[in-house]
């Protein structure tokens, strides 16, 4: 594979919506999510009043990465070769003996599945996204509640949890104003939801101009995708793509096959009968990416026609885009916002019309590092008090290189490059930092590791 990737090369440019093309004042919907969740689980199902006040700091709780063992009610951050680097039971931080008793110095047990990238089991679940984590804060206040009344051992809260999570964000529920997310942000869309910079809608138009076939594929459904779309972009904002995907329920759309979810139209935001095949471009909902490949052959006149994808999880965007449909991946990763470093010398000999303008964005605390869980990259091993320290990155930083073209923080940081600009992507030939555009986390340059990691 060349060393090289440039978009000027693809044909087909699609894009997950939440925190991709619509990125959220973070602060507010972190507490708008958790606030929908606990509300819940205290007022249907009886959990400790507690839970519905949130002091500002605790939300340094949340870290993209960590993986919840639901029976024993810890939270776990992994290295890359499946180890645990930092535990906490609930809230509370474990200590490196307790973590070497608890877990030991091997291979967690259910890391082969989770590094199979399936993120959700009766035992564990993965947090990866922003819609994701507040519930993980959530979860750790429950454990704590729990013991703090009951002195459990095993924990039986999750299915309340997930009641939550279907309470809130079942496809009625925007529609029956139902929950406290959706009414919420339809009441005041500004306080939750940031427009989208002119200059990545005239990157868009650009990329149209160009030749390029405009996806929107998205989890979200139709009524929600509307909603953030006109806020956003504007009330023409179909303009801008040729096919509109909603409810898409990734990661199955990568990984489904056409029978097993079929692409629907849609009347009045109300799905209608099933798809055969996909004849031509336009608004549908469900779907698979087998079919939607036909479509793009046909609409490109090309046998094999190279599709990029730009999304912000993981689990749902970038690992089955990348791993089913054999698509370029575009990772939108902010917590690169909060992780600077000095742009290295072959970056900064560039003449300045090559460079994207990058208007910097003052990272929104609590999110891009977290004091409890340090850094999202890398991390030192544990228990190794005499030993000279040991870095190690996490499991979340090996699938960025494993799984994604190259990394970004947002849209915004590659909208003013000339369209043929060549990223250096990740491969395995190249160094840990080959990927990441505009610059490398901090925490993966050999002199910063002292700096970073307190």
């Known amino acids: 594979m060349q060393q090289h990737f440039s978009l000027a090369d693809c044909d087909v440019m699609g894009f997950d919506l939440d925190h991709t093309l619509c990125r959220y004042h973070l602060p507010q919907s972190a507490r708008l999510i958790y606030d929908s969740f606990a509300q819940y689980l205290v007022m249907e199902k009886g959990y400790d009043k507690d839970l519905l006040t949130l002091a500002p700091d605790n939300l340094d709780f949340c870290c993209k990465g960590l993986v919840l063992d639901i029976e024993e009610g810890n939270f776990l951050k992994l290295a890359e070769d499946g180890t645990v680097l930092r535990a906490s039971h609930g809230t509370k931080s474990m200590t490196t003996e ?7 110095r091997r291979e967690w047990k259910h890391f082969n599945t989770v590094s199979g990238m399936v993120s959700r089991s009766a035992k564990y679940y993965l947090y990866d996204n922003y819609f994701d984590l507040p519930g993980a804060l959530l979860c750790a206040r429950v454990v704590d509640t729990l013991d703090q009344h009951d002195g459990q051992k095993k924990y039986d809260f999750w299915k309340d ?66 909603l ?57 909902s469900q779907g698979n990416a087998i079919q939607l490949y036909e479509l793009l052959k046909k609409m490109t006149g090309k046998l094999d026609p190279k599709v990029v994808y730009f999304g912000d999880s ?50 929104e605390a609590p999110y891009f590092v ?52 060549r990223f250096t992507r990740f491969s395995s030939n190249s160094s840990a930092t080959a990927g990441y555009y505009p610059s490398p986390p901090g925490a993966l340059l050999p002199d910063e590791e002292t700096v970073t990691m307190k």
């Open 161 to 226: 949890m997930v009641a939550a999570i279907q309470h809130n964000y079942k496809i009625t529920a925007f529609k029956e104003d139902c929950g406290m997310y959706f009414p919420e942000v339809k009441s005041h869309p500004d306080k939750y939801l940031q427009r989208c910079p002119e200059s990545v809608k005239k990157w868009l138009k650009q990329l149209k101009s160009a030749g390029k076939i405009l996806l929107l594929i998205t989890s979200s459904h139709s009524d929600y995708c509307r």
């Open 98 to 104: 307790e973590i070497l008793e608890t877990y030991g």
């Open 314 to 363: 993981m689990h749902s965007d970038i690992f089955p885009a990348r791993h089913y449909s054999n698509w370029e991946t575009v990772f939108i990763l902010e917590e690169l916002l909060g992780d600077k470093a000095t742009v290295p010398g072959e970056t900064e000999s560039e003449p300045l019309e090559k460079k994207g303008k990058y208007e910097e964005d003052q990272p």
């Open 370 to 421: 977290s004091k409890q869980w340090g850094s999202f990259f890398v991390d030192r091993l544990p228990g190794l008090a005499n030993a000279e320290d040991t870095f190690i990155r996490t499991w979340s930083c090996r699938c960025i290189s494993t799984y994604s073209t190259i990394a970004i923080p947002s849209l915004e940081a590659i909208a003013d490059l000339p369209l043929d600009y």
């Open 228 to 284: 953030l779309c006109e806020h956003i972009l504007g009330n023409n904002f179909e303009e801008y793509f040729d096919i509109v995907i909603t409810n898409a329920l990734k990661p199955g759309f990568f990984s489904h096959t056409p029978n097993q979810r079929p692409f629907r139209t849609l009347e009045n935001d109300e799905e209608q009968e099933a798809l055969l095949s996909l004849e031509k471009p336009g608004w549908y």
